[in-house]
């Protein structure tokens, strides 16, 4: 089946270490997505990508890197930068259709100790 | 830039109807999408609305006026199993930056 797979489910890391989350869709979509979701704040989005080996920053970038390589793959990197990283951390990819649909991975959600 | 406006928390009894409503101030626009999420879990797309009207799926339908800036989602016949967060998004240029609104939490109630 197509779909959008995020590791780990749970993330559980020390202050000062940097964590990659691991973001892979079979969906054979170019664009792909990272939101970061707190309670009562919504979805806001960290950074996008269209196509491979380019991305864009979004609204909350600062203290994250990503990288596109491969079409497929769409690794986040929460860093040590990143003030108050505990979250839940939603990939996603979008079709070429033109309706603006985004297909989520079921999220990874990672605790700062 | 863009920004959705929508109600924080709706409660509804059971077998009614309800109105979530989402406004927006967009530098462009490309339309109006809507998901559901569940506690703990990943949002679920519901609809489009890219021109002004309505859009009916099944129980659910969703509402654009362009003119407004306004939409809306409506679900008729509330099942206890909707109770849901619902977010209203929009895509950005290019369908490249799609920006949510901060989710309404829907409490059906029996």
């Known amino acids: 089946d197509g779909g959008i797979t995020q590791s780990p489910k749970y993330l559980f890391r020390k202050e000062g270490q940097n964590v990659t989350l691991s973001c892979e869709q079979n969906?054979?979509?170019?664009?792909m997505y990272w939101y970061r979701q707190d309670p009562g704040q919504g979805l806001r989005l960290i950074y996008y990508s269209q196509i491979v080996n380019d991305f864009q920053k979004g609204d909350i970038a600062e203290g994250y890197s990503v990288s596109r390589e491969k079409k497929e793959s769409f690794p986040l990197t929460v860093t040590s930068a990143q003030k108050n990283p505990t979250a839940f951390y939603l990939c996603a990819s979008m079709p070429p259709s033109g309706t603006g649909e985004l297909f989520f991975g079921e999220g990874s959600r990672l605790t700062v100790l | 830039g863009q920004s959705l406006e929508q109600p924080s928390e709706v409660t509804a009894v059971e077998g009614a109807i309800v109105q979530i409503n989402c406004t927006y101030q967009?530098?462009?626009?490309?339309?109006l999408s809507w998901y559901q999420q569940h506690d703990g879990g990943a949002p679920t797309f519901l609809s489009y609305?890219?021109?002004?009207g309505l859009e009916e799926t099944g129980r659910f339908s969703s509402f654009l006026s362009r003119s407004d800036s306004y939409g809306y989602l409506l679900l008729q016949e509330l099942q206890m199993k909707d109770s849901a967060s619902y977010f209203c998004a929009s895509p950005g240029w290019g369908y490249q930056k799609v920006t949510f609104g901060i989710g309404t939490k829907l409490q059906v109630i029996p």
């Open positions: 609305n890219a021109l002004d």
């Open positions: 967009t530098s462009g626009f490309y339309g």
């Open positions: 969906l054979n979509h170019d664009a």
